[in-house]
């Protein structure tokens, strides 16, 4: 008989963590969740705390992750202090948990014989290039201390595969939304950010314009594509580089519009002042991620609000819909708000990439 894998989550009490602790219970794995608490939360797991191993505790502490790391197959590094803006305010805090962080974890998953590490990287290393879509082999050209730290995160699973055989596979995310994730804080996300607004009949901020796009993706096509990244052939991902999106993008007033619709709030937003480090237009060429380990969206955009929404309604206790919605808002022929996902140029079956137990 295979033993059960065993695979550790660093961060898995954040909000895209504590979602893919969930997926990895799902595939039958032996979860071990390692998080700070410095922006995660005990109640992104209650449900599920007692079918993990949870552990409060520091990636950056060498001896802690020396520790944790033992027996497991599959790393999943969430853990980060995020936020462009947070990292402008103090970009010592960002370099310190996040680049010293990543080789705490790179170094324990070496020593121990970890199978792989799944790192989560993120989009913003592209800057503000205008190139659209954004594909792997552009340049790195990161515009804030936060997109510096991740960029260096990929650069140290590159080094480490090449050096040390250590198996990493680095996934850029896009703008993930969904449930879990916190609307509170200063540096929320904007999704999280709009809907607790116009649940609570509040007028929701844009920073700027609004006519800035992005490539929002639902937090289930992220844990999808860790698993399948994980399981996927050494000779496709290690050492690797994919961008995690829906392969379409949105401006940020048509986004607030379509929540609108969702949610039947009218509220009118207020705009402030562009937020230093942001970058105008995002969009993910989703082609390579098809190609190497079967990534397939699938859950679209309107589908992910609506979940998202009504997971929020519950949490905060308010009617999801607070009168009748209007009919959706129909796109305008203006790119900047288009979404319809690009589909890739290439797939292999999902199947094929589907997580084992044992490995």
């Known amino acids: 008989m ?76 969430q853990a980060a202090l995020p936020s462009v803006p947070r990292s402008v305010a103090d970009p010592w805090s960002s370099n310190d948990h996040n680049v010293n962080g990543t080789l705490s974890v790179l170094l324990a998953a070496r020593d121990a014989g970890a199978r792989r590490v799944v790192y989560a990287a993120s989009s913003s290393v592209y800057g503000d290039t205008p190139t659209l879509p954004k594909r792997e082999s552009m340049p790195a050209t990161p515009l804030s201390p936060y997109a510096i730290t991740k960029y260096v995160g990929e650069l140290y699973c590159e080094a480490f595969h090449r050096l040390y055989g250590l198996e990493t596979v680095a996934l850029r995310y896009f703008n993930v939304f969904g449930p879990r994730q916190n609307p509170n804080s200063e540096y929320a996300a904007v999704i999280p950010r709009f809907i607790a607004a116009l649940l609570r009949g509040e007028p929701p901020v844009i920073h700027g314009d609004g006519e800035q796009t992005r490539d929002f993706t639902y937090v289930d096509n992220v844990v999808a594509a860790n698993l399948a990244a994980a399981a996927a052939p050494a000779e496709a991902v290690a050492g690797r580089v994919f961008n995690l999106g829906c392969g379409g993008r949105i401006s940020l007033n048509r986004l607030l519009r379509e929540l609108q619709s969702i949610t039947g709030a009218r509220v009118e937003p207020v705009h402030t002042a562009p937020r230093p480090g942001d970058v105008r237009d995002s969009e993910a060429d989703i082609s390579r991620a098809a190609e190497a380990f079967g990534y397939r969206p699938e859950v679209g955009l309107e589908e992910g609000l609506r979940r998202t929404v009504a997971w929020f309604a519950e949490r905060l206790g308010v009617p999801a819909t607070r009168e009748p919605a209007a009919p959706p808002v129909a796109a305008a022929p203006d790119a900047r708000h288009a979404w319809a996902p690009r589909p890739p140029t290439a797939s292999v079956p999902a199947g094929e990439a589907a997580p084992r137990s044992g490995g």
Do not use: K, P, Q, Y
């Not at 700070?36 to 520091?58: H, M």
């Open 2 to 77: 295979r033993s059960v894998a065993r695979s550790l989550v660093t961060g898995g009490a954040g909000f895209i963590g504590s979602n893919l602790a969930r997926g990895l219970l799902a595939a039958g794995h032996a979860v071990v969740v390692v998080d700070n608490l410095s922006t995660g939360t005990r109640d992104n797991l209650a449900d599920v705390a007692a079918e993990i191993e949870f552990v409060a505790g520091d990636v950056r502490d060498r001896d802690l992750m020396a520790r944790l790391m033992r027996g497991v197959e599959w790393v999943f590094h």
